[in-house]
């Protein structure tokens, strides 16, 4: 089969499909002799540029020619650019890079690669998951969907065992970032009266500044304050190729302290040899107050969903491997923590989905059934992935919640709000549609403001800046202003006339549509990434909420 899973992360990246079993398996990368492909593009001159292992060897040296942790910048309103040899690209572009270089590791095992689904975190909004698309279509990639990387998480331990109506907290910490998601599975019955299994996202939380690099970064300090200490020597003294070298060696003594009780690092200090021996409970106590980090942040994501009871936790993210965080999740959650390859499980979950999509679409249900009508059945066994194959869904929720600006006229003082048509986690396509009047009598237009937000509440108050960036009364619920749909009004069109207003989700996007009822006008428009937003400040052109 043609279809893969991608995990596209911040600072390593994954590719996985189903093997001849259905069971998920890791494309190897043999050239790093490892599993994943390190997400970082080094551009040596024009000719070359270097994804991977090789580029990350340049950091210390060559830094100003790297790009990491792109997958922060991607979507982003004013994304950042990086030039070099006269060639400027944007995040999504080297997004790409990392996903040709993936591409091209199945391509060079003499396999075909066509149909993908990417996973994007929890907490991605619309744009960030349509630059996501884009840079899977710019790397010459069919993308079939996007997934939750949590929920690639759950499905791939579902994989392993099948659990039904189960709430999962996935505590994923990567290389950059850390994401606490609590997701619930839950048996239903659908439309065609099938059971399937269904995942939804309660709660997100976490800091997208977290992650193994922390961890990196006091491994680094010790290590280079060890090397002075040896040598008599200040951090100033240190050259650049002394510091790359134990920046190369750093991450291997945190793989090795996770598997024994000390690492030993040999640098060439300024020329000379110098061996450094970390001792595990060093390490420990030096990074404590990171694992408290994590832990307030499951704290905090789990205060979201007070009356939510936690199954099971998912270790997900190669920096769970530290048996430091093993025992302080454990400590927290007794006999309730699993975890199975947590740096592959996301990439693997995706595998999983894509080939569900790709058999919803084929309408070829490889089910239990099927198999066992198999001539010699003991021969192949029904794969935990065929079983869920048959029985899931994945729920495609909305990532973030949306609605229009409109003029509160009710009170003393006339008050710009965001009315919330369509909340975070709603089943897409998501619709929902208003009747709103005019300002005025005589209006020429109305300019009709489309949001996206991270509140649940009915209504928010956005205070728009003189560029039209929102300023939210409170910034965690991250409003942004999608673009605007311009409404004309024909002459003298009276106050009452009820303009009807409906927001569509799905996807690829945010529908919004606006009829005038009075003449039966429809105005519409569709809104991405690529949307230009060009928008009219001026207070008049706007609706009310209410009738007189
Ligand atoms: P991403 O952040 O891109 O999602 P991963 O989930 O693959 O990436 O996590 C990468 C991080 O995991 C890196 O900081 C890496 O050093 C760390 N890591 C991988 N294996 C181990 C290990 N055995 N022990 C400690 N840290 C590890
Ligand atoms: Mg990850």
Redesign the pocket.
């Known amino acids: 089969m043609s279809t893969y899973g991608i ?1 596209l ?6 590719i996985a499909r189903l093997d001849s079993n259905g069971n998920p398996e890791v494309i190897r990368n043999n050239e790093d002799d490892s599993n ?1 492909v390190a ?1 970082v593009v080094f551009f040596e001159n024009e000719n070359n540029v270097v994804v991977g292992q090789a580029a990350k060897e340049n950091i210390e040296t060559d830094g100003d020619r790297v790009v990491q942790f792109v997958k922060r910048e991607i979507g982003k309103r004013d994304m950042r650019t990086y030039t070099f040899d006269g060639k400027t690209y944007t995040p999504v572009e080297i997004s790409a890079l990392i996903l040709t270089r993936l591409k091209n590791l199945v391509e060079s095992q003499g396999n075909e690669i066509e149909d993908v689904v990417i996973t994007v975190p929890a907490y991605f909004g619309l744009e960030e998951r349509s630059a996501t698309k884009q840079a899977g279509e710019l790397a010459g990639l069919h993308v079939l969907s996007l997934i939750n990387e949590p929920t690639a998480a759950a499905l791939s331990y579902c994989a392993r065992q099948f659990q039904e109506d189960r709430t999962i907290l996935v505590y ?1 910490l ?4 850390f994401d606490v998601t609590v997701v619930k599975m839950s048996m239903t019955r659908n439309e065609a009266g099938k059971d399937v299994q269904k995942i939804n996202v309660l709660a997100t939380g976490g800091d997208d500044r977290l ?3 922390d ?2 970064d006091k491994l680094f300090d010790h290590i280079l304050h060890a090397c002075c200490d040896e040598n008599g020597l200040t951090p100033e003294d240190i050259e650049a190729e002394t510091r790359q070298d134990i920046r190369s060696k750093v ?1 291997e003594a ?2 090795k ?3 024994k009780q000390s690492a030993k690092v040999r640098i060439d200090v300024n020329g000379s040899r110098t061996e450094i021996t970390i001792k595990r409970s060093d390490f420990e106590a030096m990074t404590s107050d990171k694992v408290a980090q994590t832990m307030n942040f499951v704290d905090s994501t789990l205060q979201k969903v007070p009356d939510v009871e936690i199954d099971t936790v998912l270790l ?4 769970t ?2 048996p430091m965080i093993q025992n302080a999740v454990e400590a927290k959650f007794p006999g309730k923590v699993q975890q199975h390859d ?2 592959q499980a ?1 990439a693997k979950g995706a595998a999983i989905y894509a080939s569900m999509l790709v058999v919803e679409e084929s309408g070829d249900t490889p089910s239990a059934d099927e198999t066992s009508s198999d001539e010699n059945p003991a021969e192949k066994p029904v794969s935990h992935t065929e079983q869920l194959t048959a029985k899931f869904t994945v729920e495609d929720q909305t990532p973030r919640s949306f609605g229009p600006g409109v003029m509160d006229t009710k009170g003393a003082k006339h008050q710009y709000v965001l009315e919330n048509f369509i909340k975070i986690g709603e089943k897409m396509p998501a619709v929902f549609t208003k009747t709103y009047y005019p300002l005025e009598d005589n209006q020429e237009r109305v300019r009709l403001r489309a949001f996206e937000n991270m509140s649940l509440e009915d209504t928010l108050i956005p205070c728009v800046d003189e560029d039209g960036n929102p300023q939210a009364t409170d910034p965690a619920n991250n409003v942004k202003l999608l673009g605007e749909l311009v409404v004309n009004l024909p002459p003298e069109t009276p106050r009452d006339t009820p303009i009807k207003v409906t927001f569509k989700v799905d996807a690829s996007g945010v529908h919004v549509e606006a009829v005038n009822t009075r003449t039966n006008e429809i105005f519409e428009t569709f809104l991405r990434t690529e949307s230009d937003i060009d928008v009219d400040n001026s207070a008049v052109h706007q609706l009310r909420i209410s009738a007189d």
């Open positions: 995990d992360g911040t600072t390593y990246s994954c994943m997400s994923d990567g290389g950059g970032t992650g193994g690099k961890w990196d991450e945190k793989r302290l996770s598997k997900v993210g190669g920096s491997y530290m947590p740096d996301v």
